[in-house]
């Protein structure tokens, strides 16, 4: 059975760091790229990058980096998004998805579609 | 950055209605468009991959069209789970970026 479940709501100030993990399971890992997608109250959908869970490769949207760091740890299956210096804007709802495509170097290859998703992570950046 | 979009932002329709939102790209994507459909608390749902494919389990009342930078979703015979906002999503180059949503109401 396809399972991305990540971790709780967050609540935090502005200038910290929040790090939200994504527990997938072994095939997904092993198959699969993960994303982050976030989407702020009542607003669409943003794409901040992916990576390879089994080989831990990256690529974020270039409006993230510096901010945003993507980790894989292979002994529990899990992926990890952490996004650093939070200010209000960065209060969203975060999600994990998977495609079987990638992105990489400018390009995608394969159907880069996301066919499972998490439930979703809200993250609250308030004084 | 490729820009993606949508028309209309919302449209309000019946139960057996035939429904069509269309996606625009800034640049040619050939066929890398995916449709997605959102309910209110919940996670986005693909329907459509690659511009026209249906996803495995999406009833075929839904329908997916175009190539390059013009594209459809078509929802034939409107039904009331239909309700909810739908996204297309361009998987041509990164940054992926999606339409700002299409909310489909009563």
């Known amino acids: 059975q396809v399972q991305l479940v990540q971790s709780g709501a967050e609540v935090k100030k502005p200038g910290a760091s929040v790090k939200v993990s994504c527990k997938v399971s072994a095939d997904t890992f092993t198959n699969y790229y993960i994303h982050w997608v976030r989407q702020a109250p009542g607003q669409g959908l943003e794409w901040m990058g992916i990576i390879n869970p089994s080989g831990g490769t990256t690529t974020y949207a270039q409006k993230y980096q510096g901010r945003v760091t993507m980790t894989s740890d292979t002994s529990t299956s899990t992926v990890y998004m952490e996004l650093s210096s939070l200010r209000s804007e960065d209060t969203a709802e975060y999600y994990c998805?998977?495609?079987?495509?990638?992105?990489?170097?400018?390009?995608?290859?394969?159907?880069?579609?996301?066919?499972?998703w998490g439930q979703g992570t809200l993250v609250t950046v308030s004084s | 950055d490729i820009q993606m979009t949508q028309s209309p932002s919302s449209l309000s329709a019946s139960v057996g209605d035939r429904v069509t939102i269309t996606c625009r790209a800034s640049?040619?994507?050939?066929?890398?468009l995916n449709w997605y459909q959102q309910k209110p608390g919940k996670a986005p749902k693909v329907l459509i991959y690659g511009a026209s494919s249906l996803q495995s389990g999406v009833p075929s009342r839904f329908s997916g069209g175009g190539s390059g930078t013009d594209f459809t979703l078509t929802i034939n015979s409107l039904q009331p789970e239909d309700f909810a906002t739908y996204y297309c999503?361009?998987?041509?180059?990164?940054?992926?970026?999606f339409g700002g949503g299409t909310k489909v109401e009563i």
């Open positions: 999503q361009q998987s041509s180059s990164p940054p992926l970026t």
């Open positions: 998805a998977r495609s079987l495509g990638y992105c990489s170097g400018g390009h995608c290859y394969g159907t880069v579609h996301f066919d499972h």
């Open positions: 640049q040619n994507i050939n066929n890398f």
